[in-house]
């Protein structure tokens, strides 16, 4: 190989380590994302509504805002004034029981400087088994669980009753 084409090789190799190096080094300063925090997470928009007063079940919608630069994993959402929480939607029959349905709650990723919209005209959460009586502008509160960072508790306000003709056993 001739000497011009073998310094031409060697200054190419030379400038590509050193762009791999910088490269390496750029990457392993991106690696380690910042730590997350609960703090980042807020709920707002919340409301419970039903279809009648005696339903077994109420429907909860909301936004879930993520304000953090990190996706969060939502892991459920629990209350105490609940048998239990799951996840519909208004598409679907309205569930009565939580086995019935896979509930999206139980492991949702809520990604970084976003936000959710649960309205009752899409996915929303449902309390089975109300423990309260439903009674317009009480309210009522939630937990919402994710991994890793903790617990966030939002209080959701009983809107007045929709009247809708029960149609069922």
Do not use: W
């Not at 279809?51 to 429907?59: G, M, S």
């Not at 009674?135 to 009983?158: C, E, I, R, W």
Request: proline share 7%.
């Amino acid at each position: 190989m001739n000497r011009t084409i073998r310094n031409t090789l060697t200054v190419a190799a030379l400038l590509i380590s050193q762009s791999v190096g910088r490269s390496a080094i750029a990457v392993g300063n991106d690696a380690a994302p910042p730590p997350v925090s609960i703090k980042s997470i807020t709920i707002s928009d919340t409301a419970l509504h039903t279809r009648y007063k005696e339903a077994p079940f109420i429907f909860g919608t909301f936004s879930l805002t993520n304000h953090g630069v990190t996706d969060m994993l939502l892991r459920g959402i629990t209350s105490p004034g609940c048998n239990s929480v799951t996840s519909n939607r208004s598409s679907q029959v309205a569930i009565q029981s939580p086995r019935q349905t896979y509930d999206i709650f139980q492991r949702m990723a809520v990604p970084h400087e976003g936000t959710l919209v649960f309205p009752i005209s899409g996915y929303h959460l449902i309390c089975h088994g109300l423990k309260v009586p439903y009674q317009p502008g009480n309210k009522l509160d939630f937990t919402f669980h994710f991994q890793d960072v903790g617990d966030v508790t939002a209080s959701f306000t009983m809107q007045p009753i929709v009247e809708e003709k029960h149609v069922g056993p």
